[in-house]
């Protein structure tokens, strides 16, 4: 790293660190039984100690390089940019990296942390699976215990991503209860944690949950900008006009954005899940009809009802399918340097034909909500603008998915 960037991630600690509660301004927090507490407050010690820990950090890089496949390619994507015939669309390609999505650099950064801290047993909650796979691919590399949670219906939806967890020597467990998705998955990790504490780290997969989650897994995928910077600058020979990426808890989107936070000039979207549309229950466009409540350990925009009960979510992406929002979104939403966009399931299908035709690059369906408000804003600026679109994971988990939505269709 250069000069120039440590400096300017000296001030953007100072920008937006959490106060010492763990909140960003009115959002995020610690909400938790007095049982984890103590736990949290222990990782947060051993987090920020590994943190200022040169020799962690050149670890942590070493196995981002040699693991996982770092940097990145900053990818021109030319002719989904003469489609548009506006703006420059740049895909930052994080569906690159080994086991296909960005969720690697938080799952590398926190079995490390894992080990320092002496724990044998990591335990994780998942969605579209990405994640279960990520943490199910460090632990057999680091010979870690693995346990991940997993909705017993994302388990039909991506079974093939239970088998990678299972093969990489992870035991699965389903979730029956609820709507056997990702907020029971997360349940159930947690009353995991609370009876293995001693033994046990959760590696939690998003930039969600209590303090000092949502802030060490952001550090964790900083790397994404930081990248971004270097190779846009290369590039182009200046720093880009719009940022895009897709939002669940929110982990790949601040990852590409904290870096260029400062800039004040630069436009970032964050897209959320539209759904069949922004009505009750089909959607999971949080900041379209949210409101502020408290989930899992954090305070937060949520979609609930008048009792405060939270309603039912609905996405074509498993992994955007959730009913609360990274804190830290909420914060830079308020504060007016976040915008936020939603795109449909309809958009969303007929975009990931259309990389996929024009690029060669089969996305992720969570990944293809960024590109559908990229491809919007390509074609609404001029061609000297320059966009980057992350593209935060690769669309094999979803083909056959995607095959069954498109023959009901025809
Ligand atoms: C999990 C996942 C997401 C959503 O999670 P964030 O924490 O919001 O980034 C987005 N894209 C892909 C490919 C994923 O696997």
């Given at each position: 790293?250069?000069?120039?960037?440590?400096?300017?991630?000296?001030?953007?600690?100072?920008?937006?660190?959490?106060?010492?509660?763990?909140?960003?301004?009115?959002?995020?927090?610690?909400?938790?039984?007095?049982?984890?507490?103590?736990?949290?407050?222990?990782?947060?010690?051993?987090?920020?100690?590994?943190?200022?820990?040169?020799?962690?950090?050149?670890?942590?890089?070493?196995?981002?390089?040699?693991?996982?496949?770092?940097?990145?390619?900053?990818y021109?994507?030319?002719?989904?940019?003469?489609?548009?015939?506006?703006?420059?669309?740049y895909?930052?390609?994080?569906?690159?990296?080994?086991?296909g999505?960005?969720?690697?650099?938080?799952?590398?950064?926190?079995?490390?942390?894992?080990?320092?801290?002496?724990?044998?047993?990591?335990?994780a909650?998942?969605?579209?699976g990405?994640?279960?796979?990520a943490?199910?691919?460090?632990?057999?590399?680091?010979?870690?215990?693995?346990?991940?949670?997993?909705?017993?219906?994302?388990?039909?939806?991506q079974?093939?991503?239970?088998?990678?967890?299972?093969?990489?020597?992870?035991?699965?467990?389903?979730?029956?209860?609820?709507?056997?998705?990702?907020?029971?998955?997360?349940?159930?990790?947690?009353?995991?944690?609370?009876?293995?504490?001693?033994s046990?780290?959760?590696?939690?997969?998003?930039?969600?949950?209590?303090?000092?989650?949502?802030?060490?897994?952001?550090?964790?995928?900083?790397?994404?900008?930081?990248?971004?910077?270097?190779q846009?600058?290369?590039?182009?020979?200046?720093?880009?006009?719009?940022?895009?990426?897709?939002?669940?808890?929110?982990?790949n989107?601040?990852?590409?954005?904290?870096?260029?936070?400062?800039?004040?000039?630069?436009?970032?979207?964050?897209?959320?899940?539209?759904?069949?549309?922004?009505?009750?229950?089909?959607?999971?466009?949080?900041?379209?009809?949210?409101?502020?409540?408290?989930?899992?350990?954090?305070?937060?925009?949520?979609?609930?009802?008048?009792?405060?009960?939270?309603?039912?979510?609905?996405?074509?992406?498993?992994?955007?399918?959730?009913?609360a929002?990274?804190?830290?979104?909420?914060?830079?939403r308020?504060?007016?340097?976040?915008?936020?966009a939603?795109?449909?399931?309809?958009?969303?299908?007929?975009?990931f034909?259309?990389?996929?035709?024009?690029?060669?690059?089969?996305?992720?369906?969570?990944?293809?909500?960024?590109?559908?408000?990229?491809?919007?804003?390509?074609k609404?600026?001029?061609?000297?603008?320059?966009?980057?679109?992350?593209?935060?994971?690769?669309?094999d988990?979803?083909?056959?998915?995607?095959?069954?939505?498109?023959?009901?269709?025809?």
């Amino acid at each position: 790293m250069s000069t120039a960037s440590a400096d300017t991630t000296a001030s953007l600690d100072r920008f937006s660190q959490p106060d010492s509660a763990g909140h960003f301004g009115s959002y995020g927090g610690v909400y938790v039984p007095e049982t984890l507490m103590t736990a949290l407050q222990d990782l947060e010690k051993a987090y920020l100690e590994a943190k200022a820990d040169p020799e962690f950090q050149a670890e942590f890089q070493h196995h981002l390089k040699e693991f996982a496949g770092r940097p990145t390619e900053l990818y021109y994507a030319e002719r989904l940019t003469e489609h548009c015939g506006g703006a420059k669309i740049y895909l930052k390609r994080e569906d690159l990296l080994h086991t296909g999505a960005h969720k690697i650099n938080n799952a590398i950064g926190q079995a490390l942390l894992a080990r320092r801290m002496g724990k044998k047993r990591v335990i994780a909650e998942t969605g579209a699976g990405q994640h279960g796979v990520a943490t199910a691919a460090v632990c057999a590399k680091f010979g870690l215990e693995c346990v991940v949670y997993m909705g017993a219906h994302d388990m039909e939806r991506q079974a093939l991503n239970v088998f990678r967890m299972r093969l990489m020597g992870a035991e699965v467990r389903g979730v029956e209860a609820g709507q056997k998705t990702l907020k029971e998955a997360i349940n159930e990790a947690m009353r995991d944690w609370v009876t293995n504490v001693r033994s046990t780290h959760y590696i939690l997969g998003t930039a969600y949950g209590s303090h000092p989650y949502p802030m060490m897994v952001r550090d964790f995928h900083r790397v994404i900008g930081l990248e971004a910077k270097e190779q846009i600058l290369a590039r182009e020979k200046r720093l880009p006009d719009e940022l895009v990426a897709c939002v669940g808890g929110g982990s790949n989107a601040i990852g590409l954005f904290f870096e260029f936070l400062e800039n004040a000039e630069i436009k970032m979207t964050g897209v959320e899940a539209g759904g069949l549309g922004i009505k009750r229950g089909e959607h999971a466009a949080r900041f379209e009809g949210g409101r502020l409540g408290v989930l899992q350990g954090c305070k937060t925009y949520i979609l609930q009802d008048g009792d405060g009960q939270i309603e039912l979510t609905h996405s074509v992406s498993a992994g955007l399918d959730y009913a609360a929002v990274g804190p830290e979104h909420a914060f830079y939403r308020e504060r007016g340097r976040i915008q936020f966009a939603y795109a449909t399931d309809d958009e969303v299908l007929e975009a990931f034909q259309l990389c996929s035709r024009l690029e060669g690059i089969i996305p992720a369906l969570e990944s293809t909500h960024a590109l559908v408000h990229g491809i919007k804003r390509a074609k609404a600026l001029a061609k000297d603008k320059v966009i980057i679109v992350n593209l935060s994971g690769r669309g094999d988990k979803d083909v056959q998915q995607v095959a069954k939505l498109l023959g009901a269709q025809a």
